[in-house]
């Protein structure tokens, strides 16, 4: 019974600091979003005109249109292997345009930098793949938190990285750029040693009330960095010291989510054979006899065969393309996240254009704003859905029309709200 319980215990443990690990990740893995912050570097050293440099960002946004192959991937390689990979491509990717826009080399021929920065937009769909995937199959009753806490974490990447790049290098695009090469890399390295899928039996092992609580401190750990980094960005031209005592306390708060699966192992040690009785428990007691159970497997088989997977049910490639819904949603984000990404890849033309040189501070509250809406948007949909049965394709329209308002005014208030903050 003693190692039984060591050995839940420690799997258990093991599992919560793989999704510790998979934060992490996910905080590096926005690096797609901060293109603004050194496109004018680009522009001005390669002596590019704004459509050239809209192109430019259209090829990194393509190498996210080739995700489909992670996710391929990730049925047949381990995840270590889908790490490495993502974590490879984006030291090239983005490795490549910090040797440029340092001097380093000469300036590559157009399409060469074309090539490498498709290669740093789809380093971060196997980073995105191989946490997501491996965390939903890790916490199987928990899926909707687990997205929800991840993607959060992706949305305040863009944040991170310019806040630390402010705080640390006074927004020098070479040392932004070195960042976004080195710092994924190191940290889908350690990665590898964490993030591991965890059988079936060890994952359902945990009380999920207990789940749902660690998973609230994900929540809180999460607002709260986003609150530090709004309230930086609003600190007028902070010292030296003041930055790095930042960097130090923003650091501490990455951290400070290990404190679970420390709790988790302790808790399986002291509680005993608790959690081996929890899942004992879970158990069925009426055994089918094994040829009993063959049919019964075998007519359930027959019949997910014979009927098309509803919403929510997991779809193969083919029976996604024929469903309508997959055709909404696909015209949905062509759309809508369509435009939202053009105006954060001239985010730095448009600064520029209104009177600031510097608009790191216009990306990170985008990012922070970015994460609250994702962080809302599901709790209200979540919300709304079990309360009056509100469909969630109406949020979602509902947000398309308020951006595109959003898009329609601004040019009118450009001269006065901006300047006014």
Same mark, same amino acid.
């Given at each position: 019974?003693?190692?039984?319980?060591?050995?839940?215990?420690?799997?258990s443990s093991s599992k919560w600091l793989g999704f510790v690990a998979a934060v992490w990740?996910?905080?590096?893995?926005?690096?797609?979003?901060?293109?603004?912050?050194? /496109?004018?570097?680009? %522009?001005?050293?390669?002596?590019?005109?704004q459509l050239q440099l809209n192109n430019l960002s259209v090829a990194k946004d393509v190498?996210?249109? =080739?995700?489909?192959?992670?996710?391929?991937?990730?049925?047949?390689?381990?995840?270590?292997?889908?790490?490495?990979?993502?974590?490879?491509?984006?030291?090239?990717?983005? +490795?490549?345009?910090?040797?440029?826009?340092?001097?380093?080399?000469?300036?590559?021929?157009?399409?060469?930098?074309?090539?490498?920065?498709?290669?740093?937009?789809?380093?971060?769909?196997?980073? *995105?793949? &191989?946490?997501?995937?491996?965390?939903?199959?890790?916490?199987?009753?928990?899926?909707?938190?687990?997205?929800?806490?991840? %993607?959060?974490?992706? +949305?305040?990447?863009?944040?991170?990285?310019?806040?630390?790049?402010?705080?640390?290098?006074?927004?020098?695009?070479?040392?932004?750029?070195?960042?976004?090469?080195?710092?994924?890399?190191?940290?889908?390295?350690?990665?590898?040693?964490?993030?591991?899928?965890?059988?079936?039996?060890? /994952?359902?092992?945990?009380?999920?009330?207990?789940?749902?609580?660690? =998973?609230?401190?994900?929540?809180?750990?999460?607002?709260?960095?986003?609150?530090?980094?709004?309230?930086?960005?609003?600190?007028?031209?902070?010292?030296?010291?003041?930055?790095?005592?930042?960097?130090?306390?923003?650091?501490?708060?990455?951290?400070?989510?290990?404190?679970?699966?420390?709790?988790?192992?302790?808790?399986?040690?002291?509680?005993?054979?608790?959690?081996?009785?929890?899942?004992?428990?879970?158990?069925?007691?009426?055994?089918?006899?094994? %040829?009993? *159970?063959?049919?019964?497997?075998a007519e359930e088989e027959a019949e997910i065969v014979k009927r098309a997977p509803e919403?929510?049910?997991?779809?193969?490639?083919?029976?996604?393309?024929?469903?309508?819904?997959?055709?909404?949603?696909?015209?949905?984000?062509?759309?809508?996240?369509?435009?939202?990404? &053009?105006?954060? *890849?001239?985010?730095?033309?448009?600064?520029?254009?209104? +009177?600031?040189?510097?608009?790191?501070?216009?990306?990170?509250?985008?990012?922070?704003? +970015?994460?609250?809406?994702?962080?809302?948007?599901?709790?209200?949909?979540? =919300?709304?859905? %079990?309360?009056? &049965?509100?469909?969630?394709?109406?949020?979602?329209?509902?947000?398309?029309?308020?951006?595109?308002?959003?898009?329609?005014?601004?040019?009118?208030?450009?001269?006065?709200?901006?300047?006014?903050?």
């Open positions: 019974m003693g190692s039984t319980s060591s050995y839940v215990s420690s799997s990740i996910q905080c590096i893995s926005g690096n797609n979003y901060t293109f603004s912050n050194y /496109s004018d570097a680009l %522009k001005s050293l390669m002596h590019l005109t190498g996210k249109a =080739f995700g489909l192959l992670a996710g391929l991937a990730s049925d047949r390689f381990p995840t270590w292997a889908i790490l490495l990979i993502g974590s490879v491509e984006g030291l090239i990717g983005y +490795g490549a345009q910090w040797l440029v826009v340092s001097q380093r080399i000469q300036p590559l021929p157009y399409w060469q930098l074309c090539v490498f920065l498709c290669m740093g937009g789809n380093s971060t769909t196997w980073m *995105n793949t &191989a946490v997501l995937v491996t965390c939903i199959r890790n916490f199987r009753s928990n899926r909707g938190p687990v997205s929800g806490i991840l %993607k959060g974490f992706v +949305g305040l990447s863009t944040a991170i990285f310019t806040t630390l790049c402010s705080a640390l290098f006074a927004d020098d695009p070479g040392s932004f750029l070195i960042m976004l090469s080195v710092i994924p890399f190191a940290v889908c390295l350690t990665g590898v040693f964490f993030l591991r899928e965890t059988p079936p039996d060890v /994952s359902a092992g945990d009380d999920d009330g207990e789940e749902v609580k660690y =998973f609230g401190f994900f929540n809180v750990v999460a607002v709260a960095v986003a609150l530090f980094l709004l309230a930086y960005g609003f600190i007028p031209s902070p010292s030296m010291l003041v930055s790095r005592l930042f960097v130090a306390v923003l650091v501490v708060m990455l951290a400070s989510p290990l404190g679970i699966p420390v709790y988790s192992y302790l808790k399986g040690r002291l509680g005993g054979g608790n959690d081996v009785e929890r899942q004992r428990l879970k158990e069925p007691l009426l055994q089918i006899p094994e %040829k009993e *159970n063959e049919g019964v497997v919403v929510g049910e997991e779809h193969t490639i083919v029976e996604a393309l024929r469903s309508v819904d997959f055709w909404i949603l696909f015209v949905s984000f062509l759309c809508g996240v369509g435009t939202g990404l &053009a105006v954060m *890849n001239n985010m730095g033309q448009i600064g520029l254009a209104l +009177g600031y040189p510097d608009v790191s501070l216009f990306l990170s509250l985008t990012s922070i704003f +970015g994460f609250f809406g994702r962080i809302i948007s599901g709790t209200v949909s979540e =919300f709304t859905i %079990k309360k009056a &049965a509100t469909p969630r394709p109406l949020w979602n329209a509902a947000s398309q029309l308020l951006m595109a308002g959003i898009h329609i005014h601004y040019p009118e208030g450009r001269g006065s709200w901006i300047r006014r903050t």
